[in-house]
C-alpha cells in the first residue's frame, strides 16, 4: 500500500503528499475524500467505515478492509478496462460510497483523475475524460444543456447509479453511440455488482466468483465471499437468469397481491408509460386494501389532474393491460412524497 499513488487533476500524490494537502485547509467539498485517502494509504490494516445512503433504510456504519476495497476497484477496473491511461471524473460526494471507490479506482489504476464539486451538471468545462459515473438527475440535466450534450457524447464508458433511470431518460440515452450502462450494487457490496448495457435488460455481473440467487419471494440473494462472510438478501424482486445475470423487476415493498397473483408496481407502471397515456413523473402505482381481491392496483395522481375526463382514461388504460392487472380505480392526493436521495415513496391505501 504505501508504493501506490493517484493522480488527481495532472498532480501525483502519495501519502506525505495528501497529508500536506489535507493538512491546508481544502474545500469543504473535498475534505471526506482526502481523509478516505490517507486511510486508504495507510500501510495499516485498520478497516475503513462506510455510511450506508439510507435509501431504504436508517443509515448505519460498514466496516471494509483496504483488500475488499481494491478488490472492488479491480473488478471495475478489468470489467471496464480502466488503466493508467484513462482519465476518471469523479463528480460524485465523497461522503458516500460511490465517490469514495471512484477514487480507489483511480489508485489502482493509477489513473489521472480529474475531481469537481458535486452537482447537477459537473461537466462544464471538462474534457478528455474516458470514464465517468452519474445519477440519473445529473444525466437528466447534463442532456438538457446544449453545451454539456456532447461532452457527454464523447466520454467512451459512464456508468449510471444512485436510483432507478426513468424511461424516458432511458429512450433518450439509446440514441447515444458510447458505453452507457446502468448499475445494481449498493454500500454493503462496495458499489456495483452489476451492469447492463442501456436498452438492454439483462444485468450481468462483474465479478467472476460471484453468485445470484433467489429466495422465497423471488427477491435476489448475493453471494460474494470475498466481500462479505455473508450471503447478502435484498428487497428486490428479480426475474432469475443465471448465476451471473438476472432482469431487476422492482422493490418487493412493491408488489401487489390481487386474489394470489402478484403484480410488480414498477412493471405496471412501464406498460402505462409506453401506451402514452399518462407521463412518467405525473403518477405512480400501489395498492389498496380490497375485501374480495386482498389487494387490488390502482393510480395516484395528484388533485390538481382531478378535473380531467378520468372514466375514460381509466378505461384507455385498462384496455391496454391483461386482465389480472386491470387498475381499479384513480387515487388523488395532494402531493407526492420523496426520500432524502430523491426517490418516490409508495403510500399505500
Same mark, same amino acid.
Given at each position: 500500500?504505501?508504493?501506490?499513488?493517484?493522480?488527481?487533476?495532472?498532480?501525483?500524490?502519495?501519502?506525505?503528499?495528501?497529508?500536506?494537502?489535507?493538512?491546508?485547509?481544502?474545500?469543504?467539498?473535498?475534505?471526506?475524500?482526502?481523509?478516505?485517502? %490517507?486511510?486508504?494509504?495507510?500501510?495499516?490494516?485498520?478497516?475503513?467505515?462506510?455510511?450506508?445512503?439510507?435509501?431504504?433504510?436508517?443509515?448505519?456504519?460498514?466496516?471494509?478492509?483496504?483488500?475488499?476495497?481494491?478488490?472492488?476497484?479491480?473488478?471495475?477496473?478489468?470489467?471496464?478496462? %480502466?488503466?493508467?491511461?484513462?482519465?476518471?471524473?469523479?463528480?460524485?460526494?465523497?461522503?458516500?460510497?460511490?465517490?469514495?471507490?471512484?477514487?480507489?479506482?483511480?489508485?489502482?489504476?493509477?489513473?489521472?483523475?480529474?475531481?469537481?464539486?458535486?452537482?447537477?451538471?459537473?461537466?462544464?468545462?471538462?474534457?478528455?475524460?474516458?470514464?465517468?459515473?452519474?445519477?440519473?438527475?445529473?444525466?437528466?440535466?447534463?442532456?438538457?444543456?446544449?453545451?454539456?450534450? #456532447?461532452?457527454?457524447?464523447?466520454?467512451?464508458?459512464? %456508468?449510471?447509479?444512485?436510483?432507478?433511470?426513468?424511461? #424516458?431518460?432511458?429512450?433518450?440515452?439509446?440514441?447515444?453511440?458510447?458505453?452507457?450502462?446502468?448499475?445494481?450494487?449498493?454500500?454493503?457490496?462496495?458499489?456495483?455488482?452489476?451492469?447492463?448495457?442501456?436498452?438492454?435488460?439483462?444485468?450481468?455481473?462483474?465479478?467472476?466468483?460471484?453468485?445470484?440467487?433467489?429466495?422465497?419471494?423471488?427477491?435476489?440473494?448475493?453471494?460474494?465471499?470475498?466481500?462479505?462472510?455473508?450471503?447478502?438478501?435484498?428487497?428486490?424482486?428479480?426475474?432469475?437468469?443465471?448465476?451471473?445475470?438476472?432482469?431487476?423487476?422492482?422493490?418487493?415493498?412493491?408488489?401487489?397481491?390481487?386474489?394470489?397473483?402478484?403484480?410488480?408496481?414498477?412493471?405496471?407502471?412501464?406498460?402505462?408509460?409506453?401506451?402514452?397515456?399518462?407521463?412518467?413523473?405525473?403518477?405512480?402505482?400501489?395498492?389498496?386494501?380490497?375485501?374480495?381481491?386482498?389487494?387490488?392496483?390502482?393510480?395516484?395522481?395528484?388533485?390538481?389532474?382531478?378535473?380531467?375526463?378520468?372514466?375514460?382514461?381509466?378505461?384507455?388504460?385498462?384496455?391496454?393491460?391483461?386482465?389480472?392487472?386491470?387498475?381499479?380505480?384513480?387515487?388523488?392526493?395532494?402531493?407526492?412524497?420523496?426520500?432524502?436521495?430523491?426517490?418516490?415513496?409508495?403510500?399505500?391505501?
Amino acid at each position: 500500500m504505501k508504493d501506490r499513488f493517484l493522480y488527481i487533476n495532472g498532480l501525483k500524490y502519495n501519502a506525505p503528499q495528501v497529508m500536506e494537502e489535507w493538512i491546508s485547509t481544502p474545500p469543504v467539498w473535498k475534505e471526506k475524500g482526502w481523509e478516505f485517502l %490517507i486511510q486508504l494509504l495507510d500501510p495499516s490494516d485498520t478497516p475503513i467505515k462506510f455510511i450506508s445512503s439510507g435509501t431504504t433504510g436508517v443509515p448505519k456504519e460498514i466496516l471494509f478492509t483496504k483488500e475488499q476495497i481494491l478488490y472492488s476497484a479491480e473488478n471495475t477496473c478489468r470489467y471496464f478496462d %480502466i488503466n493508467h491511461t484513462s482519465t476518471l471524473l469523479l463528480c460524485l460526494p465523497v461522503d458516500f460510497v460511490a465517490g469514495r471507490m471512484m477514487m480507489a479506482r483511480a489508485l489502482y489504476a493509477g489513473s489521472p483523475l480529474v475531481w469537481t464539486e458535486p452537482s447537477l451538471n459537473p461537466l462544464k468545462g471538462i474534457e478528455g475524460i474516458q470514464f465517468a459515473a452519474f445519477t440519473p438527475a445529473q444525466v437528466a440535466t447534463i442532456l438538457a444543456d446544449p453545451t454539456t450534450r #456532447p461532452i457527454f457524447a464523447s466520454i467512451p464508458t459512464i %456508468i449510471i447509479g444512485g436510483g432507478e433511470i426513468s424511461f #424516458p431518460l432511458e429512450k433518450e440515452l439509446k440514441t447515444f453511440s458510447n458505453k452507457i450502462f446502468a448499475t445494481y450494487g449498493m454500500t454493503e457490496t462496495l458499489t456495483h455488482v452489476a451492469v447492463r448495457r442501456i436498452g438492454e435488460p439483462t444485468y450481468q455481473a462483474i465479478y467472476s466468483d460471484i453468485v445470484f440467487s433467489v429466495d422465497e419471494h423471488h427477491c435476489l440473494c448475493i453471494d460474494l465471499p470475498k466481500m462479505s462472510k455473508e450471503k447478502l438478501f435484498t428487497k428486490d424482486v428479480i426475474e432469475w437468469k443465471s448465476e451471473k445475470s438476472f432482469v431487476w423487476k422492482g422493490r418487493y415493498d412493491h408488489v401487489i397481491n390481487t386474489g394470489g397473483i402478484k403484480l410488480q408496481a414498477e412493471v405496471l407502471e412501464k406498460k402505462i408509460l409506453d401506451t402514452g397515456l399518462l407521463v412518467e413523473g405525473k403518477f405512480y402505482i400501489t395498492s389498496q386494501k380490497d375485501a374480495k381481491f386482498g389487494q387490488v392496483p390502482v393510480i395516484v395522481l395528484l388533485k390538481q389532474e382531478e378535473e380531467k375526463p378520468m372514466a375514460e382514461l381509466l378505461t384507455s388504460i385498462n384496455r391496454m393491460l391483461n386482465k389480472h392487472e386491470t387498475v381499479k380505480h384513480i387515487i388523488f392526493i395532494d402531493k407526492f412524497d420523496y426520500t432524502g436521495t430523491g426517490k418516490l415513496i409508495r403510500s399505500k391505501f
